[in-house]
């Protein structure tokens, strides 16, 4: 990541408070809403600006990031860096303090985006990751996280070593990969006016077609007032999700079976050279007694390891990350059943 | 709006170019032309505002956005500043910044153009004819449109308007202009709706910051809102009943719309729909407790090896 040197100068004056919060700008969460929204089901990823004041990253800005930037990383970076120059023109805080990425039911377990936050998190090391769940948004309820590498995780990665003993050693498992930092979202005075403007909207110029109603008040105006309740959120045709999500936790479970066929038969083969070494060790025990009897001097102990060859451990890396997918679509289902739960019964309460 | 009458006669004013040569294509284009506005770009003009320079009054930016076909219906959806300055004779903005907005815009975001400009404050001088005659060069054939909002507060509104222009006069002059309102709404998804709901909800509150709800607790507030509205109906109705209120017949047509829209379905019928589906939830959660279970043990077993 092209972190240039007012960016780390900057992040120097700031403090050495770990941040503990984000909070997120009102401006900051409509922009990646909008951003995800039109691109979904492609996943979008997009810059975050702000800064970090006491442990709380303020996030006051954010722009999105051209969507091929993997192939051509050169313009990518380029661009990142003209916007950062033009938004500091308009008195942004040009301070990058992480990246937002969209995802579709809470898939976003993956390699790629491990290595990006760990670049991020190298760089910056209070920089977070918002992840932005559309399909769960548009059900009704704004799904935002805020996650970090933890620190664990993070030496782990920079060492590339993910053999089970180091896991072990740092205690790591999928559930603290990643750690979830709690999101307030704040709105500036001017912006609760535009909302109150907004909900007792007679708003700007009528529309023009023609009213049939005589009937008007504030609340039920014809031109649907911008902020009436919508209660999306009551919606009761549950099968989509949960089928979808059942779905996707399917192919993980399919993923994790490979993972664990690959790991099984690592273990059957270091067991197989193991096996081969403690023959060969007994052979040349019983060699060596037998020549000690016949009062020849013993074979050299040569390097036993280095006659077989064990086959280097897989990388436990992806095993974790599926492990970590599956809880995560685990906990979604339980997340939703439970509103479903309720929805289910009122339902019943009303049909009677 | 202030002179409603100017309005109608100026409305198919906005193809002039079109009209002077060939009359017939203004009759092509029943359309009136109106704008519809994401709330995003509000948020963004207020923020914009907020980060001005000391110095400055009214800030200045490109609005972006999609046209439909015929270019009568203008969908306003994402804008960027654009620095300006405006002293006591003249008005200096800065097309270089614009331009290289405008381009990186367009790397993320192919589909949309330059619609019009936005300014806060409420008035209109000679200075915004003078940006907006920039504006139309920039849009070529269509009309620009003028965002206004209201930001010192004027009457206590946030005033949001919209305009395009006319020219005034036998010749065109850049400075020469009328501005026509034009209707303007706002228009959002779904998505975007959860989010500005949320960020309704905490309005009221004093400290200006919110935190994210969980599922359960938003279907609670739902079923709060939906509650109240039934008790604000039953109210209603039972005054009418009562004779304190005089009934309306409109209001009584949509409780009836309302009321019919319930589905009738037979209890047998429903008792088996709830109970299968009820056993699918119980199921689904069953089995994704499981699976974290199974999770869960593999993670112990782990630590062990």
Not at chain 1, 78 to 95: F, I, P
Not at chain 2, 92 to 102: A, C, N, Q, S
Not at chain 2, 208 to 234: C, F, G, K, P, Y
Request: charged share 20%; with cysteine.
């Amino acid at each position: 990541m092209p972190a240039n040197k007012e960016l780390s100068a900057a992040l120097d004056i700031e403090g050495s408070v770990p941040i503990h919060s984000v909070q997120l700008d009102a401006m900051v969460v409509l922009k990646i809403v909008k951003h995800c929204r039109e691109s979904a089901p492609a996943t979008v990823t997009g810059q975050l600006m702000g800064l970090d004041v006491n442990g709380v990253l303020e996030v006051t800005h954010s722009f999105p990031m051209p969507k091929n930037q993997e192939s051509e990383d050169f313009e990518g970076s380029q661009y990142q860096l003209q916007m950062m120059r033009c938004l500091r023109e308009v008195n942004v805080d040009d301070n990058s303090v992480g990246w937002y990425q969209s995802t579709n039911m809470g898939n976003f377990m993956n390699q790629s985006l491990i290595d990006h936050q760990f670049e991020f998190q190298q760089a910056l090391s209070k920089s977070v990751l918002i992840i932005h769940d559309v399909a769960r948004s548009s059900m009704g309820n704004l799904n935002f996280r805020a996650l970090r590498l933890t620190p664990a995780f993070m030496k782990l990665y920079k060492d590339k070593k993910f053999t089970t003993e180091a896991l072990a050693k740092a205690k790591l498992t999928f559930s603290n990969i990643l750690e979830e930092l709690p999101i307030t979202i704040r709105n500036t005075a001017l912006l609760n006016a535009l909302l109150f403007e907004l909900e007792t909207s007679d708003n700007t110029v009528e529309v023009s077609t023609s009213h049939l109603t005589t009937y008007k008040n504030n609340n039920s105006n014809a031109n649907k007032s911008v902020l009436t309740p919508s209660f999306d959120m009551l919606d009761l045709s549950l099968d989509p999700y949960v089928a979808k999500n059942l779905e996707n936790l399917m192919d993980t479970i399919d993923d994790h079976q490979q993972e664990q066929g690959n790991y099984a038969y690592w273990q059957r083969s270091v067991e197989r050279e193991n096996k081969k070494k403690a023959a060969y060790l007994v052979n040349r025990k019983t060699e060596n007694a037998r020549r000690a009897q016949a009062g020849q001097t013993p074979l050299p102990n040569e390097d036993v390891d280095a006659m077989f060859k064990f086959p280097p451990e897989p990388s436990r890396l992806d095993h974790l990350l599926i492990s970590g997918q599956i809880d995560n679509y685990c906990k979604q289902i339980n997340e939703f059943a439970g509103p479903a739960l309720g929805k289910l019964f009122a339902v019943g309460e009303l049909q009677k | 709006m202030d002179n409603t009458s100017t309005l109608h006669l100026a409305l198919p004013a906005v193809h002039t170019v079109a009209s002077a040569t060939a009359p017939v294509t203004t009759l092509a284009q029943p359309r009136a032309f109106s704008t519809s506005v994401n709330p995003l770009v509000f948020f963004s003009i207020l923020d914009h505002y907020l980060r001005r320079n000391a110095d400055q009054d009214r800030v200045i930016g490109t609005l972006l956005g999609v046209r439909s076909e015929d270019g009568a219906e203008v969908e306003i959806k994402g804008c960027y500043p654009v620095p300006h300055l405006e002293s006591q004779d003249q008005v200096e903005v800065d097309m270089e910044y614009h331009r290289t907005m405008f381009d990186l815009h367009k790397q993320v975001n192919p589909k949309e153009v330059i619609v019009g400009w936005y300014a806060t404050g409420a008035d209109l001088n000679s200075y915004s004819a003078l940006i907006h005659d920039f504006y139309q060069k920039e849009v070529s054939s269509f009309p620009a449109v003028h965002l206004t909002m209201d930001t010192a507060l004027t009457n206590e509104r946030l005033g949001v308007k919209t305009y395009i222009s006319a020219p005034v006069g036998i010749t065109s002059k850049a400075d020469n202009c009328m501005f026509i309102p034009i209707p303007c709404d706002v228009k959002y998804f779904k998505a975007e709706r959860a989010g500005l709901e949320l960020l309704a909800n905490n309005k009221k509150t004093e400290n200006e910051s919110t935190t994210l709800l969980s599922d359960m607790d938003n279907l609670e507030h739902a079923v709060i809102e939906v509650q109240n509205m039934l008790e604000r109906v039953s109210e209603y109705v039972d005054s009418v009943l009562a004779g304190t209120v005089p009934a309306n017949n409109t209001v009584g047509r949509y409780l009836m719309d309302t009321v019919s829209v319930v589905p009738k379905i037979d209890a047998g019928e429903f008792e088996k729909m709830f109970n299968s589906h009820l056993q699918d939830l119980l199921m689904v959660i069953y089995l994704a407790n499981m699976t974290r279970t199974q999770l869960a043990v593999a993670k112990r077993l782990e630590k062990l090896l």
